[in-house]
């Protein structure tokens, strides 16, 4: 069923563990990500970006095909279907009316003034529909969508600033992580991460999880963090499966067996972050 996220992050927040956030791309990812989910029977939350949104033809579009995938496959987890950095009030809205059941507003680029009033105004049109919220604040380094940019850390006052002044749901404090590929060892502020969750009731998500080494993974969810968003190493464990695939059999032509072909690898990297977070209780 499809749910916010509010009930299974609070869950993982005091039960110490995480939530995986995976990003999907298309009907087979989706396909794959909740059969994998409902196999281990974990909550899952299904982040989707502009560029992705854009790409699988809307919102609406999405979200009745993860409803019906939700109803064919028999799916009985929480499934939470989650806008990944909405840029602007405007997208957050369209995502709201077409079904979605939690929003992510990033308007960290921005003042924190501006970025204060804008996820308030997401917050009211959000939670009158039941719908759950994350903010960033700081700025989450790498790749996104094609768009590349600095880590900014986030600053404890901050933090307690837009959670005060908006009643969001979540708070991704940039705190080192970056999306895409690390260059050289990733740099988490673990001591500021501890103190922002001993600080705010809210729960903490960590961006850019793809790379970050396993036991920092862990020391992150031991100073707080309950949501974890992974989308980087599932592509590359997907794409190297099918170029192996395409390299052994170069007359493939049924895009079925070309995009099936990486779905073990791609389901054995869902299990294994899935572990890695403690969800499977």
């Avoid at 992050?9 to 039960?15: D, G, P, R, S, Y």
């Avoid at 919102?59 to 939470?80: F, N, Q, S």
């Avoid at 307690?160 to 060892?185: M, N, Q, R, W």
Wanted: charged share 25%.
């Amino acid at each position: 069923m499809l749910v916010n996220f509010n009930e299974m992050l609070q869950k993982a927040k005091a039960e110490h563990f995480a939530v995986p956030h995976f990003n999907i791309n298309n009907l087979e990812w989706t396909k794959y990500i909740l059969e994998e989910c409902e196999r281990l029977q974990v909550p899952v939350i299904l982040g989707v970006s502009e560029g992705a949104a854009k790409y699988m033809g809307g919102y609406h579009a999405i979200t009745g095909m993860v409803k019906g995938l939700i109803e064919d496959l028999g799916i009985t987890i929480p499934v939470c279907l989650h806008v990944d950095h909405g840029s602007s009030f405007e997208i957050c809205k369209k995502a709201i009316d077409a079904g979605f059941t939690s929003v992510m507003i990033d308007a960290s680029r921005k003042e924190l003034e501006e970025n204060i009033r804008i996820t308030k105004e997401v917050v009211d049109y959000a939670h009158e529909r039941g719908v759950s919220v994350e903010a960033e604040v700081g700025h989450i380094g790498g790749t996104e969508d094609n768009i590349t940019s600095e880590v900014t850390n986030a600053r404890l006052e901050e933090c307690i600033e837009i959670v005060e002044k908006t009643g969001i749901d979540a708070l991704a404090p940039a705190l080192g992580s970056v999306h895409g590929f690390y260059k050289g060892e990733p740099n988490l502020d673990f001591e500021r991460m501890k103190l922002i969750n001993e600080t705010l009731p809210v729960p903490l998500v960590l961006h850019g999880g793809s790379g970050i080494p396993d036991n920092q993974i862990k020391e992150a969810i031991a100073c707080g963090t309950s949501k974890i968003n992974v989308n980087t190493e599932v592509q590359v464990a997907w794409s190297k499966a099918v170029r192996e695939f395409l390299s052994a059999d170069n007359k493939a032509y049924d895009p079925r067996k070309v995009i099936g072909s990486g779905e073990k690898a791609f389901k054995e990297k869902i299990e294994e972050k899935i572990r890695l977070f403690g969800t499977i209780r």
